[in-house]
């Protein structure tokens, strides 16, 4: 079968020959409808027929070979190296592992593994030098490996960056929650102040209401107090200290007309007859 390139990929199916002993008449015609399948593009039917044809041959080249091809056109990069990887132990042939390896470096740079593959088109190249697709296909594969390293250098550094500004914006966070909280307990220590403040006025002015309530209160008992105290009565006399008093009365009387007489010469009437 001759090369297929597409772009920095090769395929390459060999179909044995009929006078072959390792590789029995029946096997061989898995692997001849397989091939025919996967000119169809029928990747998935040409992997069954390869699959066939390799159980009946399990030591032969050209079944494992072409089983890598038909998962690599279905995207199955993993199991293309397997088979390719098994095929290089079924031949001794230098041209033949060179083109499994050069095969599997397709793989492997499908699956963005540029380094893998790098080391893969190396041993191609070792063992034939002169393959110039799988030189193409290692010129790309070390610039895919040096715009990926680059790339990923600067992811790592947009990830720092990235990471930097999450703590910065972390610890702007933290010291904004912080003064959140300090102003919290600030507020909450002056809300306290204030209240036991104005708690204590109000005591103060309760005290202070209630004293006034209670002088009030006495000032307004003193009054009815003095209101409901009983008038002083006139003290009330015996009889005979009526008479006593009268007597003394009398007797004043008499000396005082006694005096005037002295006085003036002439008798004085009192205008009362006792």
Do not use: C
């Not at 990887?85 to 592992?97: E, G, I, R, W, Y």
């Not at 034939?128 to 992811?155: F, H």
């Not at 009815?224 to 006139?234: V, W």
């Amino acid at each position: 079968m001759k090369t297929i390139s597409f772009l920095t990929y090769s395929i390459i199916f060999f179909v044995a020959l009929s006078g072959s002993l390792l590789f029995p008449q029946d096997a061989r015609s898995n692997v001849n409808k397989g091939v025919d399948l996967y000119n169809q593009r029928k990747y998935i039917d040409s992997e069954v027929e390869f699959k066939k044809g390799l159980q009946k041959a399990p030591d032969n080249f050209h079944s494992s070979f072409n089983l890598g091809d038909s998962y690599y056109k279905e995207g199955k990069y993993d199991e293309a190296i397997k088979s390719y990887s098994s095929a290089l132990s079924k031949t001794n042939s230098n041209d033949l592992k060179s083109k499994a390896y050069h095969n599997i470096g397709n793989a492997l740079l499908k699956g963005e593994k540029y380094k893998e593959s790098v080391g893969a088109y190396a041993n191609a190249l070792k063992l034939n030098p002169k393959d110039d697709q799988t030189k193409y296909n290692l010129s790309y594969a070390l610039s895919m490996m040096k715009n990926n390293n680059k790339q990923n250098k600067n992811d790592k550094n947009n990830k720092n960056n990235k990471n930097n500004k999450d703590k910065d914006k972390d610890k702007q966070n933290q010291n904004k929650d912080q003064n959140k909280d300090q102003n919290k307990d600030q507020n909450k220590d002056q809300n306290k102040n204030n209240q036991d403040k104005n708690n204590d006025q109000n005591k103060d002015q309760n005290k202070n209401n209630q004293d006034q309530q209670k002088n009030q209160q006495n000032q307004d008992q003193n009054k009815n107090d003095q209101k409901n105290q009983p008038k002083p009565q006139p003290d009330k006399i015996s009889k005979d200290q009526a008479q006593a008093i009268f007597n003394a009365l009398n007797n004043d009387e008499k000396n005082m007309q006694k005096q005037l007489r002295k006085m003036k010469g002439n008798p004085t009437k009192t205008g009362k007859d006792w």
